[in-house]
Each structure stands twice: as C-alpha cells, then as structure tokens.
C-alpha cells in the first residue's frame, strides 16, 4: 500500500464516519496525505485528519479520532490504528500491505515519484545566465547544477517549464571584453577595466585565425571584428561546457535582440500606460518607491541611452508575453539588491509579484584543497571554472554536490572528501547502492533467482524489521520529489537519497537475497529481490532528478 492509497483509505474511513453520524460531508476535503511519524515506534504512518475536521463539525478531535479509528480498524491491510494527543492517528500496516509497495514501485519504473502536484503551471526558469565575457565561474556552476535539477523536478510534479539562459551581449561589460581582445592581440596588457587571463589570448587568437584582415584595420574597426567574433566564440565555449556537464536549454535568449526589435520601447510603452513613468533632469524613471523599492530607477538616461534595468524590464515582459505565468530567476549573491526592484518592477506592470515573479539567491561555493580554498583558476586566472571543478571531482560529484545543499547557504566542496571511494562521499554512498543493487540483479540471474510473476510475489513474507524500514524509505520519495520541487530545494532529494542508501545498507547486512551454494531459491528470496529491485528504481529515479548517472558497476 503506497501512502498515497493509504490516504485514500483514511479518507474513505471518514466518509464513512461522516455518513454513519450524520455529519456535514461538504467539510471534507477532496485530498488528504499521511506521513511518516518522527518516531518510528509510533507507526508507519501518521494522520491529523480528525484534527483538521474537528472544530467544521463540532466533534471533538479524539471523539472523531476514535471513530475514524475503528472504521480504518477494520480495513484490509490496516494491522493497527493508535490515537494519540489530541487526536493524531499513528496507523501500522500488516506486512502484506507495506510489501506491496515493492511490486507498485517496480512495475511503475521510472514513472514512480511524478505526480501532478503542479500540473497547470507554465514556469519561465532562468538560470546561470553568464555574461559572455569568460568561462563559467564556480557560482554560475552551482546555479547550472541546482537550476537543472529545479527543471527536473517541476516536470517530475507535472509543471510545464521552460528553460532559459539570458545572454548579456549588449553594453559596457562587451565593450571592455572586445577591449581586452584588441589589446591581447597586440600582445599588450588588458585595460584597466578589462578581463585578464589565459582564454582572453586564445580568443584573441582565434578571432584573427578567423578574420586575418583584423590585423590591417584601424582600432575602431577591429574592435569591432573582436566583439562579434569573441562574443559568438564565448557563447560557443559556454554552450559547449554546459552541454558537457549535462545541462542543456530550452532557449537561449540574446539581450542585444530585445534592443535590435524595439522591445525596450514596449516595454516603456506599457509602464507608461500603467501610469508609473515620470521624467526628471531628462532622464525616464520608474516609480518603483511606490511598491516597496528603496528608490526609483532610471530606465532611460539623459543622453538617450537604456539602463540594464530598461533591459530587465523588457526581457521580463517579454517572458509574460510568451504566456509563462510564473517567472523564475535563479542569482548570485551579489544580486540580492536585485529582488526589491525586480519585484516592484512586476508590480508597475501589474502583476502580482508574489505570484508572477520568484528570484532565488545563490550563496557562494568554495573549491577546497588541502584544506585551504583554491583562488585562481588556470585559465581564467582571477577565478574558479565550471572545469576547474570537473577537473578536480568529475562531473557527477560535482552536480551532486552543488545541489546537496539549500541554495541559500555557502558551502565548501572539499576535493579530498568528494574523490574518495567511500561512504564519506555522499556521491559514492548513493551511487554505491546502484551499483550494488544492480550486482545483486546480475548475480540473481546467475543462480536462477527471478523475481517471478507479479502474481506470485508474496509482500508479507517482507517482515523483518529492515525490511519494513527500507519499504518506509522507498514509501517517502514521491512526497519528497513534490516538496523538493514546490519548495524550490533539489537537496531535499539528496538527503533523502543517503538516508535511503543507509536504510538499504542495513538491509542488505540482516536480509539474505541470493541463496547460500546448493540452498533451494524461496519465496522468501523472490520477495527480497523485489525490494532490492524497487530499491535501484528509486536511487536511480533520485539521482536522475540530480542529473547524477545511477552506474550498474563500480
């Protein structure tokens, strides 16, 4: 029985009780769930159902709680139902209804953990989005990561979700990475302002093995060839890494296209006919005080120039305009001045911010070595890459790590920690039970142990203490795929991954599955390598939500 069957039950259980008293059924609600008690010994599952019901029918809550007692009481599958407080119920299920989970868990494969929870939502989510001026630095990887894992997760609970990168390849930051370009090829030090490090002169390079006639042309003009060129060789470098740490996008979207089809000056049109433009000192400003902002902010300067955040205006009504109801920006932590302005500026459109528009923040990551955080990158010379990291703990490790902590905290990948072939890894833990699990199916197969038909499978011979455990575990993932994604935290999956892979590891150290030599092969064999299969569908379904790999061999 899966918890959501369960809830099902209990749900029944009070149509019943309702019925038999003669109570308002219009108080009951369409959906209840069940939980996992914190304690263990309190049951498998718990319900506050006749708590929530109590004060709309005038019951008291253990009065209702007794009475939904001895209806679930005498339901099959249900071995005992205790009250508790003020009217919780801890419910335990007979072995033969726990097991069953194995069998639903292995015959729905790869669709066990997807729900509907979000079916409806059309979700814009953003994220990364690196300027083009260098390699991928460690903070845009954590996004690439978490932000990855957060897509998968929304179609996993039946949200329609659109990806984007957002390409600034439009103002000042361009103009000093073609800057530095110029300078690299003349074998001069970067301006001031510029970029330094060792893929400023590769660029260079290869712009001018591009267009050799870069080299004939005046200043102007060939900073000009390194723009477009360096800018369109970044975008390539930056796509193509992406796409070797598994993270591809739906759209790709360029800031210089907002400017080149006029969309700034729709969006001014539309903030304009919303009545929140004013000018001052010849600028265009946007009272964006008037929806909790700590100032207003120019869109267009006196000199007729657009701000980035005319920019950001116009790429976020564009977004609406594309039909997507809610949109997600994934930051940096540098940008959290960004959530105010951003969150009026929905509002000056007239959107509900709360609803329409969603910004997470990112906290910074340090790469440890030794102990001690490594500062300068090969390379890029000021900071750490997207290579840096696959270079130093491969690229599973790496999105597993970034992703096992909540996006709000700081967090230290320590490269001695993440390479050990360990259970210290938390990587290697969970990927252990893949591939052990998998070892299992293989030497099963050896020994002429099979699962057998679904007919023939007999959950209540799954009674030992570890194997109600791990049933448990399996029995919280879909719950937890619903809450990771409706709480924006890919790490909540993780978590629950290593707690699984311990739960498991018990298992297999007191539960025998093959047969020992010459031993006959048992019903009870055939219900544990059920369990230990629907185990591999789980981790594997987990860590595909990470975008991890589930490997057979280790």
């Not at 699990?437 to 023939?456: F, H, I, P």
């Amino acid at each position: 029985m899966t918890p959501a069957e369960l809830a099902s039950v209990v749900l029944a259980a009070a149509h019943a009780v309702f019925n038999e008293r003669g109570l308002d059924r219009a108080a009951l609600p369409e959906h209840t769930v069940v939980e996992r008690p914190r304690n263990p010994e309190h049951g498998d599952y718990a319900s506050t159902l006749a708590l929530q019901l109590s004060k709309k029918v005038g019951v008291p809550p253990r009065e209702l709680a007794a009475a939904l007692s001895d209806e679930l009481g005498r339901t099959p599958g249900i071995k005992s139902v205790e009250i508790a407080g003020p009217g919780f119920l801890n419910i335990r299920l007979d072995a033969a209804a726990a097991g069953q989970l194995a069998r639903v868990i292995v015959e729905a494969g790869a669709e066990y953990g997807r729900s509907d929870r979000l079916a409806g939502e059309k979700i814009n989510l953003e994220f990364v989005s690196a300027n083009p001026t260098g390699p991928v630095h460690i903070g845009g990887v954590r996004w690439a990561a978490v932000g990855d894992a957060l897509s998968r997760l929304l179609r996993a609970t039946g949200a329609d979700v659109g990806t984007e990168y957002y390409f600034n390849d439009a103002g000042s930051q361009i103009d000093r990475f073609a800057r530095s370009l110029l300078a690299a090829s003349k074998g001069e030090p970067a301006p001031e302002d510029g970029y330094g490090g060792a893929y400023i002169a590769e660029i260079a390079t290869e712009v001018q093995a591009r267009r050799p006639e870069v080299r004939s042309l005046d200043d102007a003009a060939a900073q000009e060839v390194f723009r477009v060129e360096g800018v369109t060789l970044m975008f390539d470098e930056i796509r193509s890494s992406l796409r070797d740490f598994g993270v591809e996008f739906d759209t790709y979207f360029n800031e210089k296209d907002l400017h080149d089809r006029g969309e700034l000056d729709l969006a001014l049109n539309r903030l304009r006919e919303q009545g929140h433009l004013y000018e001052s000192e010849g600028a265009t400003w946007l009272r964006t005080t008037d929806f909790g902002d700590d100032k207003d902010r120019v869109l267009r300067k006196s000199n007729g120039e657009w701000t980035y955040f005319a920019a950001d205006c116009a790429y976020y009504l564009d977004k609406r305009e594309r039909g997507f109801e809610r949109v997600v920006i994934m930051l940096g932590a540098d940008h959290h001045g960004y959530i105010g302005r951003m969150k009026a500026m929905a509002a000056c459109f007239g959107d509900d911010p709360e609803r329409n528009l969603e910004i997470l923040i990112g906290q910074l990551v340090n790469l440890l070595r030794d102990g001690a955080p490594m500062r300068m990158s090969k390379r890029a010379g000021t900071v750490i890459t997207l290579e840096d990291l696959v270079e130093a703990i491969g690229v599973d490790a790496s999105r597993y790590a970034l992703a096992r902590y909540s996006s709000d905290s700081p967090i230290d990948i320590d490269i001695e920690l993440w390479t050990q072939a360990s259970r210290d890894n938390p990587v290697y833990k969970v990927q252990y039970v893949a591939a052990r699990t998998a070892s299992v199916g293989r030497n099963a197969a050896e020994v002429g142990l099979t699962r057998g038909d679904a007919e023939a499978f007999r959950p209540e011979l799954l009674g030992n203490e570890k194997e109600n455990d791990l049933l448990k575990a399996l029995a919280g993932f879909p719950a937890t795929v619903a809450t990771a994604a409706e709480l924006r935290g890919p790490h909540r999956v993780a978590r629950y991954l290593e707690d699984l892979a311990g739960a498991y590891h018990r298992f297999y150290d007191e539960c025998r599955i093959l047969p020992r030599g010459d031993e006959e092969v048992t019903d009870l064999h055939r219900a544990r390598l059920w369990l230990n299969d629907a185990t591999r569908t789980v981790i594997t379904n987990g860590l595909h939500l990470l975008g991890v790999s589930a490997p057979e061999r280790m």
